[in-house]
T-cell receptor, first 113, second 115 residues
């Protein structure tokens, strides 16, 4: 059972455009929502993360929007660049316990020049 | 900060042999380490969670006797794939956490190929 659902599976964006990736979850015990960026043959790198007490977090060109009532969160990449081409994973973890991450299925982003 | 290393980055072994993968947290003490497996173009699948000095907790369907995990210190965890078979070929990634609110920091991964 996929605890975190992610869409789209793949995304092609023109350079300078906005890339938007969406995730949804069901478990209200989740309270930490990170996004990871992964290049081929490399481990995932933490990009940005949010907790439910805020609705938006911005770091440079990357913004997480969080809708607690809808149990949805999304990643927006502004001014997308070819170097942003990678696979992006959303994830969620619970406040207590071993903070296991539940990953989405990933979105392969391609930014074309 | 929060750097995790893995060694080796790539390994090729013959069927029936064992291979050990090391995961180290370089600049922090990892109370918990995690081992994942990733197939091409797929998401990460959690294999097991380990806390320093305790036995690892394995996810359902992961063979404990085949994937031996040792978390000997706060900076080192090892995954040993025993009696490897070609179907064990995969990308193995570890991550580490220094407290439950810190999230996980991932290593660069190890590409295992069993011939």
């Amino acid at each position: 059972q996929q605890q975190v659902k992610q869409s789209p599976q793949s995304l092609i964006v023109q350079k300078g455009g906005i890339s938007i990736i969406n995730c949804a979850y069901e478990n209200t015990a989740f309270d930490y929502f990170p996004w990871y960026q992964q290049f081929p043959g490399k481990g995932p790198a933490l990009l940005i993360a949010i907790r439910p007490d805020v609705s938006e977090k911005k770091e440079g060109r990357f913004t997480i929007s969080f809708n607690k009532s809808a149990k949805q969160f999304s990643l927006h990449i502004m001014d997308s660049q070819p170097g942003d081409s990678a696979t992006y994973f959303c994830a969620a973890s619970k406040k207590t316990g071993a903070n296991n991450l539940f990953f989405g299925t990933g979105t392969r982003l391609t930014v074309i020049p | 900060g929060a750097v995790v290393s893995q060694h080796p980055s790539r390994v090729i072994c013959k069927s029936g042999t064992s291979v050990k993968i090391e995961c180290r947290s370089l600049d922090f003490q990892a109370t918990t380490m995690f081992w994942y497996r990733q197939f091409p173009k797929q998401s990460l699948m959690l294999m097991a969670t380990s806390n320093e000095g305790s036995k690892a907790t394995y996810e359902q369907g992961v063979e404990k006797d085949k994937f031996l995990i040792n978390h000997a210190s706060l900076t080192l965890s090892t995954l040993t794939v025993t009696s490897a078979h070609p179907e064990d070929s995969s990308f193995y990634i570890c991550s580490a956490s220094f407290d439950p609110t810190s999230g996980q920091y991932f290593g660069p991964g190890t590409r295992l190929t069993v011939t």
